[in-house]
């Protein structure tokens, strides 16, 4: 049994979600995934929690299946950390949507080495803390943003072993990813749709690329999630879906603080000029 409390799973030195496979046995649960032998045509979608993974897993699919339809419930099947049942991944049609959070150490190998498509979707950290804090919430915290800020976005507090190591060691690491940012796809939907559709492979017309932009557009998706789920349900994932929100919940002196520990823990790396410029 896996060392869990109400903060969750520690393990290998960082903390996971308190999911069944996690919670009965990370290790077993976690070479499973760095161990799938996987398929050629396999995509796998990777980010950190609260960065856009929802969003892009649709865009995607409706990009492989050339189809504008929503499919918010095959995506649970596809959650490689959270799926129940295992072999439920090997009866998933080809091609593949795979989704998974896990740091880049665990991430399949043979999906590595064997260069298949990685998508990996990348958010202001400010935004992803501001929407973890609300997130939780759906699970019963009354922690307020003071605290939460001391333990999560300066501590090493949140899940997947926290934002900063996470994404420094993925854009150190990783190759042949293709990287999306969310304030990207929220302000140039068609144009990032288009550069995913030349890096999956497939062709789409410029109707099917403007149907798919329209259709994942934060209001749709979020009332498609909702339809699916057929719940007025008691998790709220789809919150505002904005960018920028960050500036409604950060003091002046915090946005300071964690400004001078990006520079200091990602210095040299492209997402310092993005998210942490130091005229700004
Ligand atoms: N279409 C669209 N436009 C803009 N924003 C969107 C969209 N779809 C999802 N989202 C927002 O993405 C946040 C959830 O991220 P994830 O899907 O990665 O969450 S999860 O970790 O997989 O639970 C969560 O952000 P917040 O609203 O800020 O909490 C979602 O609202």
Redesign the pocket.
Known sequence: MADANKRGIFFDGIYLPTFKPLLENPEVRLNAIKNLEGRSDDVLIT????????????ITYMLLSQEDQYTEKTKETA?LEFVDDWSNIEKIPSPRLL?T?VPYRWLPLQHIAKQRKILH?I?NPK??F???F??QKNFGSTEDWDSFYKSKVIGSGTNYGGWLEYERTFILESKNVHVIF?ED??LKPTEEIKRLAKFLDVECSDDLIANIAEK???????KAHLTVKKTESKV???????IG?WKNHFTVAQNEEFDDLFRTKMAGSLLCSKYCPTTS
């Open positions: 980010a950190f929690p609260r960065s856009g993974t929802h969003w892009l897993w649709e959650f989704n959070h979707v958010r935004d992803v501001v929407s973890l609300h997130f969310y796809i929220k994942c557009e934060f209001d749709k998706l979020k709220q994932h789809y919150r505002k879906g904005e929100d």
